[in-house]
């Protein structure tokens, strides 16, 4: 079975640009989650998708990231402009449907985003 | 408020020695706990997990975690490093009143020595 992707592995990309970054979860996992950890910070909970509703964006930073998820399969998380402060690792996380009992969190490799 | 303390950035040890990966939580609420790994150019795999069962929890690889709420600590612990061992760890807690939301400690890199 495959496991979650991402999709580049690696960006590197202007202020002001625009740059659309991909996740694919594990086939039949309602559940799609999105994390960033910039330099030297935490890694941060972004925002979680029930198939293709957004259950949970209290972490989005700002009106420059739009994250959707047409049809409950794959996700796109766009950053447009992108900021110097957008640079950072973005991981993408799976998980079975329900919450009970709690499902672990499959996640990608993550993808490096840096913003010159 | 939930947060997640990780006590030591960095942990040298050498091989066939114990490790200990020290975490503090705190919650307002009966937590969930994780411990996760990323090994270099790899994704995040999780290690074991507490969810109000045993307090002493045993993953994979050999590790084990004793969720202490008196103390409110989940330390991760294993007897005898292996060189793959080498590697982040990340402590993390689930929030109670959250579907799925988990919030990540600062990492603790790992460093075996031969």
């Known amino acids: 079975e495959a496991g979650v992707t991402q999709f580049p592995s690696h960006s590197v990309i202007e202020k002001g640009q625009t740059v659309t970054l991909r996740c694919d979860p594990i086939?039949?996992?309602?559940?799609l989650y999105w994390y960033r950890r910039v330099m030297g910070k935490e890694i941060k909970f972004l925002l979680h998708?029930?198939?293709?509703?957004?259950?949970?964006e209290s972490g989005m930073p700002n009106n420059r990231f739009l994250a959707e998820r047409t049809g409950g399969t794959y996700s796109t998380l766009k950053v447009q402009p992108a900021e110097l402060e957008d640079s950072g690792v973005y991981f993408c996380?799976?998980?079975?449907?329900?919450?009970?009992?709690?499902?672990?969190?499959?996640f990608g490799p993550g993808t490096r985003l840096t913003v010159t | 408020a939930q947060s997640v303390t990780q006590l030591d950035s960095h942990v040298s040890v050498s091989e066939g020695t114990p490790v200990l990966l020290r975490c503090n939580y705190s919650s307002s609420y009966s937590p969930s706990l994780f411990w996760y790994v990323q090994h270099p150019n790899k994704g995040l795999q999780l290690l074991l997990k507490?969810?109000?069962?045993?307090?002493l929890v045993k993953g994979i690889n050999g590790f084990e975690a004793e969720f202490k709420k008196s103390e409110t600590s989940f330390h991760l612990t294993k007897p005898s490093a292996h060189m793959s061992d080498a590697a982040e760890y990340f402590c993390v807690v689930k929030q109670s009143d959250s579907w799925g939301k988990l919030q990540f400690g600062a990492g603790t890199q790992v460093v075996v020595t031969p």
């Open positions: 507490y969810t109000s069962a045993a307090t």
């Open positions: 086939s039949g996992h309602d559940n």
């Open positions: 996380a799976s998980s079975p449907p329900g919450t009970i009992p709690f499902y672990e969190q499959y």
């Open positions: 998708f029930v198939k293709e509703s957004k259950q949970d």
